[in-house]
């Protein structure tokens, strides 16, 4: 799995480089462009792999309209082994560089591995989606993605299994949290994610800790998480993060008040090849199977 998933891995999250390269009134003014670098890698917006360049044949590949006027693309990726498939579906959330083409390993293993539908949504800006990535406009588009799987006859008997790496952690958990009590999300996995961006610039830009109330992007999810109360949850945690501190995922899994909260480290894992690491797959084949599917 390891091997698969290094093209991938190349793309790391630029949150850290881009704050340390800029200081005072450009926390202000460009931290669009530092907390949302969609132009990274290089071709990010136009070069966008499809699914068959790693053996996946059973997808679509989508166009979901926001209710404020963007188009999101978006893969949905169906098990290779219908017989096998599990009534599951997981909506995927990826970190704040580069497209959801270059996750396409990972959505190959949870599909054909782990035999679950998945859907993985692009936020605005980010590859081929319209407009510009804010706070605000993610939160639409991560209901846009949820409502899609609700709106489709084949997957209305599913459950839904929400999963979000680093900002794509912060988008998941606000989602779950808006949909609370819904009856349809059955789990929520988080890897690497952190508290909210006003507590991730003094570890990454620490002479700018002083201009932190002039940032407008909040993610605040030590605040939302506590109100996810009806579902389990799975943190998946590399001890070798540089960019986003270890201490940040241990303090929201202590924040946590889920019903059943599963803790898992990969204690070689870095920011970005955590989900390479030995055990990471199993540790979400587990948590379905001894927990969503029991939901």
């Not at 096998?84 to 909506?91: D, K, S």
């Amino acid at each position: 799995m390891a091997s698969a998933l290094w093209s991938w891995a190349r793309f790391p999250l630029y949150f850290g480089g881009g704050l340390v390269s800029l200081a005072g009134g450009a926390l202000y003014y460009w931290q669009n462009e530092i907390i949302y670098p969609r132009n990274i890698p290089a071709g990010a917006r136009t070069d966008v792999p499809r699914p068959p360049s790693v053996g996946i044949e059973d997808y679509e590949e989508l166009t979901l309209p926001t209710s404020d006027g963007e188009s999101l693309s978006a893969f949905l990726i169906r098990p290779a082994n219908k017989a096998a498939a599990r009534p599951i579906t997981i909506l995927t959330f990826h970190g704040n560089a580069g497209n959801i083409g270059h996750r396409l390993p990972i959505a190959r293993i949870l599909a054909n591995d782990i035999q679950c539908t998945t859907l993985m949504l692009e936020y605005r800006g980010y590859g081929l989606s319209t407009g510009n990535p804010t706070e605000k406009g993610l939160v639409i588009d991560a209901q846009t993605g949820l409502d899609y799987i609700r709106s489709r006859a084949d997957l209305k008997g599913n459950k839904i299994l929400v999963y979000g790496q680093s900002l794509g952690g912060a988008v998941s958990i606000d989602l779950v949290a808006k949909n609370k009590g819904t009856g349809d999300i059955k789990g929520l996995m988080l890897e690497n994610t952190f508290l909210s961006i006003a507590k991730m610039i003094p570890n990454v830009m620490p002479a700018a800790k002083v201009l932190t109330p002039l940032c407008h992007e909040y993610w605040r999810s030590e605040m939302v998480l506590p109100q996810i109360t009806d579902i389990p949850i799975l943190f998946l945690s590399g001890l070798q993060d540089e960019i986003v501190p270890p201490a940040h995922m241990k303090q929201l899994f202590r924040l946590c008040k889920a019903k059943k909260v599963v803790w898992k480290e990969l204690p070689y894992g870095d920011h970005n090849n955590t989900v390479a690491e030995r055990g990471y797959f199993s540790y979400i084949d587990d948590f379905i199977e001894e927990h969503v599917l029991k939901e």
